[in-house]
């Protein structure tokens, strides 16, 4: 591990429990524990401008992050509101110096409603016809700036993929291929989130479209309820590039949200989970992904002590 760019397991759950005021939880210590240098966030789970973003991964001992540049292009809510040039030069000097280490980029679109799930089946990703035009100038602009950033990779949320439409499954490859296309010209690595499909559907649809990757994100699995995310570990690795640490537990009333909790918390499992994307190949990153609560710098100190352990 080098010493530079990262912490020893010890320091950085140390920080991070500091930071938090969580007294180690020796009880929820698993036999499945990651690198350090495995280990980051994703920015908008802070909810915070990007200079505070900072403050609280130094307290934490995060340098790896998956970094949303919506508020570099237009800013919005659900991942940040925009942001001055000054702070985009700040944002490059902390990747320059080595504070900051990008596991991706990432972009969501402006039309995207997640109020239940009938309302972002209708305006996610690539889907609604009435925003495509302007979401394939998003793309292209996303793509040159995480160029510019030297970013290792972009990712995103397709939407719905409906494959019982023929006609619809027909435009939604299009479009999605318009994308690899888009990133591939600036080579560019692209991967789409998953957990608004089962993993069959998914990994029938990506065996017809080479230069798909997709960002792995296990609770989304449970919150659209489709499926066992470490069975769909199995049926996925081959295409898994990114990975959130997210957990939830599914609903109780079908047609609605699952409930997002802290990781550890819910229906994932550390050990099963890491268990199948170690099996799986996966040797990439780990973002910390916190959308829900309202504690959430502690919530991502926990999901990091329960990731990396104490063992130095």
């Not at 600036?186 to 789409?192: K, L, N, R, T, Y």
């Not at 998953?194 to 559907?201: F, K, M, R």
């Amino acid at each position: 591990m080098n010493n530079k760019m990262n912490m020893s397991r010890r320091t950085f759950v140390g920080g991070a429990l500091a930071a938090s005021s969580i007294p180690f939880l020796g009880g929820c210590e698993r036999e499945k524990h990651l690198a350090a240098d495995r280990v980051g966030v994703c920015s908008w789970s802070f909810r915070l401008p990007f200079d505070a973003v900072a403050d609280e991964m130094r307290k934490l001992g995060l340098k790896r992050i998956h970094l949303a540049i919506q508020p570099f292009l237009e800013g919005e809510s659900r991942h940040g509101l925009a942001e001055s040039p000054e702070a985009l030069d700040r944002v490059r000097a902390r990747i320059a110096s080595g504070e900051w280490k990008l596991s991706a980029t990432m972009i969501g679109f402006p039309q995207e409603d997640y109020s239940t799930l009938e309302s972002i089946k209708r305006t996610g990703g690539v889907v609604p016809d009435d925003a495509w035009e302007r979401n394939k100038e998003i793309v292209k602009a996303a793509v040159k700036f995480s160029a510019e950033l030297k970013s290792p990779l972009l990712t995103l949320h397709a939407g719905f993929l409906d494959d019982t439409d023929s006609a619809a499954l027909k435009k939604y490859a299009e479009r999605v291929k318009f994308i690899i296309d888009t990133c591939g010209e600036a080579g560019m690595p692209v991967a789409f989130e998953t957990g608004q499909e089962t993993a069959d559907s998914l990994a029938g649809f990506l065996s017809s479209l080479p230069g798909a990757g997709i960002n792995f994100d296990p609770a989304n699995m449970i919150l659209y309820g489709k499926g066992d995310p470490v069975a769909a570990v199995k049926k996925l690795a081959p295409w898994i590039r990114h990975v959130h640490v997210k957990d939830a537990i599914k609903t109780a009333v079908p047609g609605t949200w699952g409930t997002e909790v802290p990781w550890g918390e819910g229906e994932v499992g550390q050990d099963a989970f890491l268990d199948a994307l170690e099996k799986g190949g996966y040797k990439g990153a780990f973002a910390i992904e916190r959308e829900g609560g309202d504690n959430r710098v502690a919530d991502i100190a926990l999901a990091a002590n329960r990731l990396v352990g104490s063992a130095a």
